[in-house]
């Protein structure tokens, strides 16, 4: 009844740029912090960027200066723009919402720690 839908992954050369958006679906009545989490082969899924409802907004180190989250709280929707992309930052990106608010048939439901599909990005040196 709720889905997070990643788009905009793909393959590009060291140095160039993509654009990740996330967007919600179903009958949402609110999300509080939406982010960015990226998981490589072999390793453990790790934080890339998080926003709130009031635009507060968390980077990792590796990322700051090169990708910037933002968010659409009319559409539900957060993006990651990233800019001067590393072989490093090769990985599956993976959109999350930590608590959101949904009608469920007559009824408030609420999903924590809520999940999209993914997305591969893929940077070639």
């Known amino acids: 009844q709720v889905q997070l839908v990643e788009s905009g992954g793909g393959l590009v050369q060291a140095g160039g740029s993509l654009r990740l958006s996330c967007a919600a679906s179903g009958r949402i009545l609110s999300i509080n912090a939406m982010g960015w989490y990226r998981q490589a082969p072999g390793k453990q899924r790790e934080l890339v960027a998080t926003i709130t409802s009031d635009g507060s907004i968390n980077y990792a180190g590796s990322v700051k200066g090169r990708f910037t989250i933002s968010r659409d709280n009319t559409k539900k929707t957060v993006y990651l723009q990233m800019n001067s992309l590393k072989p490093e930052d090769t990985a599956v990106y993976y959109c999350?919402?930590?608590?959101?608010?949904?009608?469920?048939?007559?009824?408030?439901?609420?999903?924590?720690?809520?999940w999209g599909q993914g997305t591969q990005v893929t940077v070639s040196s």
């Open positions: 999350n919402a930590d608590h959101i608010t949904y009608y469920s048939g007559t009824y408030y439901r609420e999903e924590y720690d809520f």
